[in-house]
T-cell receptor, first 110, second 111 residues
């Protein structure tokens, strides 16, 4: 079945460092891909998405490109802030409910 | 974007009682809603798919008699945790198709 694998955390970075969180997927069709962010004690917020190959989703300085050839959707940000500390979930939707990765915890220190 | 609300946001109950959680789509109609559960420091796991006007579809390992789902209208789905036990304590989150937006979640603590 469809699945998502994302890098294990926690990831600890200094403020203004470059962030990459890897995400790869397995799907039989052509899924839509998503990144969600969850701040402590809160629900999920959609961060960005891409619906077809080579699409780039972007929001709040975060970017991810839908790479069909490598079945990847890595999340990147050029300069992280303390306020970016959260758990990030990669997910795919192949026409049904969302299928989530295990989440990657990010801690950004001043 | 599309808004999904949940109520209540927090609930504490005694073991053996039943708890109802509501999920509403505020600015669109949703024939299908999804219920997820998230244990601490874990990912979201799909529990069931709620279909307006028909029976819900449950994922393997989810007890349909324990987690009752009612999708009586195009904007409301309810999840009732019957005879709750401490192991049911979790964060319950809904989403509504075709939106990929989620409700804010309901944190359930069973004492």
């Amino acid at each position: 079945g469809d699945s998502v694998t994302q890098m294990e955390g926690p990831v600890t970075l200094s403020e203004e460092a470059f962030l990459t969180i890897n995400c790869t997927y397995t799907a039989t069709g052509y899924p839509s891909l998503f990144w969600y962010v969850q701040y402590p004690g809160e629900g999920l917020q959609l961060l960005l998405k891409a619906t077809k190959a080579d699409d780039k989703g972007s929001n709040k300085g975060f970017e991810a490109t839908y790479r069909k050839e490598t079945t990847s959707f890595h999340l990147e940000k050029g300069s992280v802030q303390v306020s970016d500390s959260a758990v990030y979930f990669c997910a795919l939707n192949s026409g049904y409910a969302l299928n989530f990765g295990k989440g990657t915890s990010l801690l950004v220190t001043p | 974007g599309a808004v999904v609300s949940q109520h209540p946001s927090w609930v504490i109950c005694k073991s053996g009682t039943s708890v109802k959680i509501e999920c509403r789509s505020l600015d669109f109609q949703a024939t299908t809603m999804f219920w997820y559960r998230q244990f601490p420091k874990q990912s979201l796991m799909l529990m069931a798919t709620s279909n307006e006007g028909s029976k819900a579809t449950y994922e393997q390992g989810v007890e349909k008699d324990k987690f009752l789902i009612n999708h009586a209208s195009l904007t409301l789905s309810t999840l009732t945790v019957t005879s709750a036990h401490p192991e049911d304590s979790s964060f319950y989150i809904c989403s509504a198709a075709p939106s990929q937006y989620f409700g804010p979640g309901t944190r359930l603590l069973v004492l």
